[in-house]
């Protein structure tokens, strides 16, 4: 058995040996992931060897302009732009949907919708969509995080929640059972689902008593689902991890934490994090962006269990890509120097109470106008007490 982890991409036909073989773990903080003191061994590199599963085309050259983050807060934007994840309203556009969204529905995220009753409190953990926010809007951040204003489900965001969950559940078949028929019918369940523990989602087709746009929206969830069936086989993959919250404490005392969509280990232990989308792959020049919230994971993980992952996979169903990269500890470490830098201006604006609005296109999706004064609006009363701007603050 080939002990590499498989390279995505178009299904090599015939192919019928099973790839990670390492069984699907319970839903835990990386409690399968393999431990080790330092970064994961090489998979080898003679031509024909193990590296040469691994490497078809090169991981997507990133790095090379990254600006290094400061130590002060107001160094934060220019430090982490070119990391920056594609802003949540451009992904909703173009019908990708984002792994924070089902953290946050699950509750796992800590920092979801309104909940009736409950105080305000300082932010206490980021993850890579609410890390997105502040760098699209620090006012965004304020709205989704501290005020916690409701926001609208959208069309495309929920078919990725459920395109999601249909890829998580497959995995439940024997390896010979996962099938493109098997993965469609799958969807109306997980549809029910969805609908059962989100009942807003209800309220995308109040205005469609035949149902019809309904149907369409539903066909192009089984479109997404074939499509990945080009992309990666599942009967040669076992995850180690589906759907798994990780959570890892930094020195600094800054807390990281998110969902990762699948967790690939090979029998010699190199570990692969794997992300679904449902939209289109970016652009060349938006490549690093894209993965920033990869690398976010592959902190998450060499953190918890100082194992730096083999490869970084972006799974792109919208239009049949496959974005790779492999990390390096250098890697980690400018991201988690970068992250820090974003933290502390998160931090400076919690205490001082100043979220700036940053206009941009992206506004027009935004379901906060209301609220902002850019549009006319006025924010919330600011619910957390604020300490007065000057020397050593601001």
């Known amino acids: 058995m080939d002990s590499?982890?498989?390279?995505?991409?178009?299904?090599?036909?015939?192919?019928?040996?099973?790839?990670?073989?390492?069984?699907?773990?319970?839903?835990?903080?990386?409690?399968?992931?393999?431990?080790?003191?330092?970064?994961?061994?090489?998979?080898?590199?003679?031509?024909?060897?193990?590296?040469?599963?691994v490497a078809a085309g090169g991981p997507v050259a990133s790095g090379a302009g990254e600006a290094d983050a400061g130590t002060g807060a107001g160094e934060a934007d220019a430090a982490i732009s070119e990391a920056a994840p594609v802003p949540a309203a451009a992904r909703a556009a173009t019908g990708e949907a984002e792994s924070g969204a089902v953290e946050e529905a699950s509750g796992a995220g800590g920092e979801g919708a309104p909940v009736a009753g409950r105080v305000a409190v300082a932010p206490s953990s980021l993850s890579p969509s609410r890390a997105g926010d502040f760098m699209q809007c620090p006012l965004l951040y304020r709205f989704r995080v501290i005020d916690r204003l409701p926001e609208k489900p959208s069309e495309a965001a929920t078919r990725g929640t459920l395109v999601h969950a249909v890829l998580e559940r497959l995995f439940d078949a024997p390896a010979g059972?996962?099938?493109?028929?098997?993965?469609?019918?799958?969807?109306?369940?997980?549809?029910?689902?969805?609908?059962?523990?989100?009942?807003?989602?209800?309220?995308?087709?109040?205005?469609?008593?035949?149902g019809e746009?309904?149907?369409?929206?539903?066909?192009?969830?089984?479109?997404?689902?074939?499509?990945?069936?080009?992309l990666e086989d599942p009967t040669r993959l076992e995850p180690a991890e589906r759907e798994l919250f990780v959570e890892a404490e930094l020195e600094?005392?800054?807390?990281?934490?998110?969902?990762?969509?699948?967790?690939?280990?090979?029998?010699?232990?190199?570990?692969?994090?794997?992300?679904?989308?449902?939209?289109?792959?970016?652009?060349?020049e938006y490549a690093?962006?894209?993965?920033?919230?990869?690398?976010?994971?592959?902190?998450?993980?060499?953190?918890l269990k100082r194992v730096v992952p083999r490869r970084?996979?972006?799974?792109?169903?919208?239009?049949?890509?496959?974005?790779?990269?492999d990390p390096d500890l250098a890697d980690l470490e400018r991201v988690?120097?970068?992250?820090?830098a974003l933290w502390e201006a998160i931090s400076q604006a919690t205490r001082t109470g100043v979220w700036r609005p940053r206009p941009t296109k992206l506004c027009g999706w935004c379901d906060h106008q209301a609220h902002c004064p850019e549009f006319g609006g006025t924010p919330p009363p600011y619910p957390l007490p604020v300490v007065e701007s000057g020397p050593g603050v601001g």
């Open 288 to 303: 690093d962006g894209a993965l920033f919230q990869m690398k976010f994971y592959a902190l998450v993980v060499w953190r």
């Open 177 to 210: 059972e996962r099938t493109v028929p098997r993965a469609k019918a799958l969807i109306p369940g997980q549809w029910d689902r969805l609908r059962e523990s989100r009942p807003e989602v209800t309220e995308l087709f109040a205005d469609d008593p035949e």
């Open 4 to 53: 590499s982890i498989e390279e995505a991409g178009p299904r090599a036909g015939g192919a019928d040996e099973t790839e990670p073989v390492v069984p699907a773990g319970p839903r835990a903080s990386g409690a399968a992931l393999p431990a080790q003191a330092g970064p994961v061994p090489s998979m080898g590199g003679a031509a024909g060897g193990p590296e040469s599963d």
């Open 336 to 340: 988690e120097r970068k992250l820090h």
């Open 312 to 325: 970084l996979q972006l799974v792109y169903l919208g239009s049949g890509d496959v974005l790779t990269y």
């Open 252 to 284: 600094s005392g800054l807390r990281l934490r998110g969902i990762i969509d699948r967790v690939d280990v090979a029998p010699t232990g190199e570990v692969r994090i794997v992300d679904y989308k449902t939209g289109k792959a970016p652009r060349a």
């Open 213 to 230: 746009r309904l149907a369409r929206w539903l066909a192009e969830a089984e479109r997404l689902v074939e499509r990945w069936f080009s």
